[in-house]
């Protein structure tokens, strides 16, 4: 097996029992630190992807590819993040669908009502704050994905919401006081 005089990392794995068993003989290949640059990324990259598709690892092949995954997220978080801004909420539950092999009958499984998911794919639905949780959960994405820019946050001038006035809030009627009418503000 070719390795680098410099970090001794092979090339190559040529098989899988090649990687070392122990957590010291890892350590050895690769030391567990943060990732600098796309350079350490990419050797990092050889052994954690070994490791990811063995069948079976020992508790220090486990340990070390736990270790080595939360570096790689922290690099990725930064160095690789997704700009999904531009995305609107449906579009982007619509790709998680299609991604997921998911049909609009099995959406409004997930959220409770079968006929419910064409509605919210169609448009004729939106989403709620519990919709957005479970949607959350199931692809494992931020709840963020499914929220409006101006929902979570300033409005699109970048000034903040302001919060209705009594003029802009809805009048509710109740069966106590029919002719009173109450403004929730």
Not at 20 to 49: F, H, Q, S
Not at 143 to 163: C, I, M, Q, T, Y
Request: glycine share 4%; net charge positive; charged share 30%.
């Amino acid at each position: 097996m070719k390795t680098s005089r410099r970090n001794r990392i092979p090339k190559r794995f040529t098989l899988v029992s090649d990687l070392p068993a122990t957590w010291d003989e890892l350590c050895a290949l690769r030391p567990p630190r943060p990732i600098r640059n796309e350079k350490d990324y990419d050797r990092a990259g050889l052994i954690v992807n070994t490791l990811a598709v063995m069948e079976t690892r020992t508790p220090d092949q486990e340990d070390y590819l736990d270790v080595m995954a939360a570096l790689f997220e922290s690099y990725d978080r930064v160095h690789h993040a997704i700009d999904t801004s531009d995305l609107a909420p449906l579009d982007m539950l619509r790709f998680l669908v299609e991604q997921h092999g998911m049909s609009a009958g099995d959406l409004g499984r997930l959220l409770g009502h079968r006929e419910l998911g064409s509605m919210i794919m169609t448009g004729k639905r939106s989403l709620s704050k519990m919709h957005i949780q479970k949607l959350s959960a199931h692809f494992c994405v931020s709840p963020a994905l499914f929220l409006r820019p101006d929902e979570n946050g300033p409005s699109a001038s970048g000034e903040p919401k302001r919060p209705a006035t009594a003029k802009s809030a809805p009048r509710i009627k109740t069966k106590f006081a029919p002719k009173a009418v109450y403004d929730l503000a």
